[in-house]
């Protein structure tokens, strides 16, 4: 079950990603587009949770990591929607792979695990991967590169944030980080919207429901993911978060035509087989039984 809903929740994301390419496209800002998805976020998470938990679900133990927290994601989503501005989907998607390696080569100093030559030799690799996908010639717009880069740290600062606030229940979270992005945002409205209004004009009802759905599959994308850690451990899930470069893949191609190169696959491939085999070997290494005290 826990596999299964990690698999929907990298439906809703990749549909996420893709659409909000889609709308930016047809003209629509990127602030205007994050506040909305964000905003839409919000209300469904709180239509949908405060009816069950109450409002006491609102309260947070460490307010001021979910503060961090939200604003790291917040960083995460405008740099990784900039960086779907100028690159493919798949690409965009295999370089903010990056992050949860770079949690992990980082964990000796921001979460005060031990260190592990191995975590070091998996991002080193993944890293690795990343420049035969940017390579020269490669075709990909530099600018996106370099937000695609700022992506996945914003990404791996969410992802130590997280562990931070791990005292919450993890539907308080979901609250959180769409209440710090609508609530950032919403500050940004009175220079956005101005320059804005021309382009909503026009937009046909199919953009509007495209824009609008970008806080429903976002908001749904991360409620999938509670359920399935709920579900299964997280050195379970690890390999098969992998899975989400190939609905990365699909919906670019459906929607857009772009298909990675042979040699684009070779650089995915190496950021996939680094996090998938760092991802076993803690797995065996957390079933292994503790040593006896003498």
């Known amino acids: 079950m826990g596999i299964v809903l990690l698999l929907l929740s990298m439906c809703f994301l990749s549909t996420l990603d893709a659409t909000g390419k889609w709308v930016m496209a047809g003209g629509v800002s990127l602030l205007l ?7 839409v976020h919000l209300a469904l998470a709180l239509a949908l949770i405060v009816p069950l938990r109450g409002w006491g679900i609102l309260r947070s133990r460490r307010p001021r990591e979910q503060v961090l927290r939200g604003t790291a994601m917040l960083g995460a989503t405008l740099m990784f929607f900039t960086t ?13 792979f990056l992050a949860p390696l770079m949690v992990l080569a980082s964990a000796p100093w921001v979460l005060g695990e031990p260190p592990r030559l191995s975590r070091w030799v998996a991002a080193a690799i993944a890293f690795g991967g990343v420049l035969v ?7 990909l717009d530099g600018t996106g590169v370099i937000c695609g880069l700022l992506g996945a740290c914003c990404f791996a600062a969410q992802y130590i944030a997280t562990r931070r606030v ?18 950032a945002l919403t500050f940004t409205l009175p220079f956005a919207l101005p320059a804005a209004l021309p382009v909503l004009r026009t937009l046909d009802p199919l953009h509007w429901l495209v824009l609008v ?8 994308g991360h409620l999938l993911q509670i359920g399935a850690y709920r579900n299964a451990s997280a050195s379970t899930l690890a390999p098969f978060a992998y899975l989400q470069i190939v609905t990365s893949t699909t919906t ?19 950021i996939c087989g680094s996090g998938i085999g760092i ?3 803690e797995w065996q290494r957390a079933r292994r039984p503790a040593a006896p005290r003498p």
């Open 33 to 39: 587009l994050c506040w909305v998805r964000y905003a």
């Open 84 to 96: 779907l501005h100028f690159l493919p989907q798949a690409e965009a998607t295999a370089i903010n």
């Open 133 to 139: 996908i940017i390579r020269p010639g490669g075709g």
């Open 166 to 183: 791990a005292g919450d229940d993890p539907l308080t979270s979901v609250i959180w980080s769409g209440g710090m992005g609508a609530i």
């Open 213 to 220: 759905s970008t806080g429903f599959t976002g908001c749904m």
């Open 252 to 270: 670019g191609w459906l929607i857009w035509g772009h298909f990675p190169d042979a040699v684009t696959w070779v650089g995915i491939a190496i």
């Open 279 to 281: 991802a076993l070997l």
